[in-house]
């Protein structure tokens, strides 16, 4: 069983469309994040969870609007997507907010054409 | 202020050590941690360190920690092809509990 699954894996689109990536853990954790990777590797945080509550908002367009239903599920909704929005958009877990490990998903690779 | 550096390429002999080097800017960093992310997959914690340590070793993996000169290193002993992939150091300021700043990664390859 994959603990934390993020679908699509690929995501080929339009600037200026809406589109949306979902992410589950089934870890049990408490936390989860959005991190994005451009395509020189750099990684960078983009929001968090905490049981349901927003604790992380970073310098992110609001474009961007993550949306969590319950702590097993972070979802990222990015409207208007524009060309500077491609990259890996990564999903991960931790156990608590003091966080010593974080899991990742496998990453979503998102490419506005 | 938050940054954490690292040597973006690093080129080793199977069977030899592998080093690599990081370093960080905030001197509150409670946690430093080694990601490894192989092609097309997520990070995956390798191990990571309290800052109250200075060396902490796992099997083939030994990390040491210099606080003085907030400098972090992996070495990998006997490096094999399986451990070509990117190393990402990171840390957690105290600060800011739930953030993890990353390293841009060091791309390790491994010639025969």
């Known amino acids: 069983d994959t603990a934390v699954s993020q679908t699509p894996k690929y995501l080929v689109t339009q600037m200026g469309n809406d589109k949306s990536i979902k992410c589950e853990q089934n870890l049990g954790h408490d936390t989860m994040y959005w991190y994005k990777q451009d395509s020189k590797k750099f990684l960078k945080i983009m929001f968090s969870y905490n049981n349901k509550e927003l604790i992380i908002n970073e310098t992110v367009p609001n474009r961007f609007s993550p949306k969590s239903p319950d702590k097993a599920h972070l979802n990222l909704h990015i409207n208007s997507l524009e060309l500077g929005d491609s990259a890996v958009y990564f999903c991960?877990?931790?156990?608590?907010?003091?966080?010593?490990?974080?899991?990742f998903g496998s990453g979503t690779q998102l490419s506005v054409l | 202020g938050e940054d954490v550096e690292q040597s973006l390429f690093l080129s080793v002999r199977e069977g030899d050590s592998s080093v690599i080097n990081c370093t960080y800017t905030?001197?509150?960093?409670?946690?430093l941690y080694w990601y490894k992310q192989e092609p097309g997959a997520g990070l995956q914690l390798l191990t990571y360190i309290f800052s109250n340590m200075d060396m902490k070793q796992d099997q083939r993996l030994t990390v040491l920690l210099n606080k003085k000169d907030k400098h972090l290193s992996l070495r990998i002993a006997d490096t094999q092809t399986g451990d070509s992939a990117i190393y990402f150091c990171a840390e957690r300021p105290y600060s800011s509990a739930s953030k993890i700043i990353f390293g841009s990664g060091t791309r390790l390859s491994i010639r025969p």
């Open positions: 905030d001197s509150s960093s409670t946690y």
């Open positions: 991960a877990s931790s156990p608590k907010t003091t966080n010593e490990k974080l899991f």
